[in-house]
C-alpha cells in the first residue's frame, strides 16, 4: 500500500511539473522560443546597429502609442523605420543586455517582459558623448504567416 501511495504522490507530482527555459521561468514551449528568437536577432541588430534587419522582425501593423495619450509620439511602421535609421546613423557603438523575464503566449499574440541594459556612444555637435540607460520594457509580438513579428514595444 506504501508504494502505491508514494507512486501516486511521484505521478501527481510529475504531472504538476512544467517544463521551462533553462536558466528562466519561462515555460519552455515551441512558441516561447521562437519568440525568445527574435528577441535574441534583435539584440544582435541593434548591436549591430543594422536598421535593415531590425525591420526585417518588425510588423508591417507595427504601432506604439509610447503609453501615453499624446498621439504625438506614437510611432507606426514607416516612423519606426525613419527613428531607427536615424538613431542607428548617431550611434558610433551601442552594446545591449536584454533579459527576458516572462513570455506569455496566447494563440497569434505573444508579450515578452524584459530588463534591458544599454550602453552606447551618441554623436552630438560637440563630438561623442557616452550614454547608459536600463529599464523594464514589455515587447508585443503577433504571429504573421507562422512567423513572430515585433508589434509594439520598441
Known amino acids: 500500500m506504501r508504494r502505491l501511495v508514494l507512486a501516486l504522490a511521484l505521478l501527481g507530482a510529475l504531472a504538476?511539473?512544467?517544463?521551462?527555459?533553462?536558466?528562466?521561468?519561462?515555460?519552455d514551449t515551441a512558441d516561447t522560443r521562437a519568440v525568445?528568437?527574435?528577441?535574441?536577432?534583435?539584440?544582435?541588430?541593434?548591436?549591430r546597429r543594422d536598421a535593415a534587419a531590425v525591420m526585417a522582425l518588425v510588423s508591417k501593423?507595427?504601432?506604439?502609442?509610447a503609453g501615453t495619450p499624446?498621439?504625438?509620439?506614437?510611432?507606426?511602421?514607416?516612423?519606426l523605420a525613419k527613428a531607427v535609421a536615424a538613431?542607428?546613423?548617431r550611434l558610433p557603438s551601442t552594446r545591449l543586455r536584454l533579459s527576458v523575464k516572462q513570455i506569455e503566449v496566447r494563440g497569434d499574440?505573444?508579450?515578452?517582459?524584459?530588463?534591458?541594459?544599454?550602453?552606447?556612444?551618441?554623436?552630438?555637435?560637440?563630438?561623442?558623448v557616452p550614454k547608459q540607460e536600463q529599464d523594464v520594457s514589455r515587447m508585443t509580438f503577433a504571429r504573421e504567416g507562422g512567423v513572430w513579428r515585433i508589434i509594439s514595444g520598441l
Do not use: K, N, S
Open 87 to 89: 538613431d542607428y546613423g
Open 70 to 79: 499624446d498621439p504625438a509620439d506614437d510611432l507606426d511602421y514607416g516612423q
Open 16 to 27: 504538476g511539473c512544467r517544463r521551462t527555459i533553462p536558466d528562466t521561468d519561462i515555460l
Open 61 to 65: 501593423a507595427y504601432f506604439d502609442d
Open 109 to 128: 499574440r505573444a508579450l515578452a517582459y524584459l530588463f534591458y541594459e544599454a550602453h552606447y556612444r551618441i554623436t552630438t555637435p560637440r563630438g561623442e
Open 36 to 47: 525568445l528568437a527574435v528577441i535574441e536577432q534583435y539584440r544582435q541588430a541593434a548591436e
